[in-house]
């Protein structure tokens, strides 16, 4: 049997006294678009921080491609080609749309420097790909509207040229328009076999981009599978009621 591409067993992560994600299993395989949901404060966030390596687990291991990461920093995860957005945006203010996209395309180390340049116009094909113009590729994040936040956020994380990308809250305070622009992006990068992991509170949204949903409450896993089948069970009602 293969491994998945990525996975988390078993973790466990508090703050203080509160468990924020509980003995949490989840995977997802190779070319696979995952959606993970839950209410707020179900730990959706923070499974995010323990896959990318910027939160260490109190338990639990993780792994990419069968191999256990645990221990393995950020920067050597986002080499190995994995790559994730924020909820809330964090693009370089002071430099352009283009130069933040270049920034993600920086080689990790020296060595890769010398020897992986990224090819040229790479960094133009991403803004490109992500639906930007020479227009927008010179402005700074700051005049920029909130669809087009996300997708610079989107093309700053495939610039790392990543296997495998963690999405959250990617139709945060989008519009109609912008939620199916960026949907559009997001089937083509999978169209492309490109492997994620996707939250979103917005589910209707959400639901034509997913092959499998896993559901979170306090930091646990109360469901999974096909979206209707989900979104039908008590469980995750209650959940998502308890939040009202
Ligand atoms: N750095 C932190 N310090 C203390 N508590 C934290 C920290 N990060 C998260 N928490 C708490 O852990 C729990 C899980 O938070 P997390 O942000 O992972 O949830 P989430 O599912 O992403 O929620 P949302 O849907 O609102 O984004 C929450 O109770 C949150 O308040
Ligand atoms: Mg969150």
Known sequence: MTSP??????VTKRFGGLVAVDRLSVHVDEGESLGLIGPNGAGK?????????????????????GEDVTRVPT????????????????PFGEMTVLDNIRVGMMPDSVRRLLTE??????????????GFGEREAAMYPGQL???????????????TGPEVL?????????TRGEIAQLSELLCEERRRG????????DLRSLSPLVDRVV??????????????????????????????
Do not use: C, W
Request: charged residues 25%; aromatic residues 6%.
């Open 75 to 90: 920067h050597r995860r986002v080499a190995r080609g994995i790559a994730r957005t924020y909820q809330i945006p964090r």
């Open 5 to 10: 591409l990525l996975e988390l067993r078993e």
């Open 145 to 159: 509207s909130m669809g087009e936040l996300r997708k610079l956020e989107l093309a700053r994380t495939l610039a």
């Open 166 to 174: 963690l999405l959250d809250e990617v139709f945060a305070g989008l």
């Open 194 to 201: 490109m492997t994620s992991i996707l939250v979103s509170h």
């Open 117 to 130: 340049r990224p090819p040229e116009g790479a960094d133009r094909e991403i803004v490109r790909n992500v």
């Open 45 to 65: 966030t923070t499974a995010f921080g323990i896959l990318m390596g910027e939160q260490r687990p109190d338990s639990g291991r993780v792994f990419f491609r």
């Open 215 to 244: 559901v979170m409450s306090f930091g646990a896993v109360i469901a999974e599978g096909g979206f209707d089948e989900v979104l039908g069970n008590p469980l995750v009602q209650e959940a998502y009621l308890g939040q009202a």
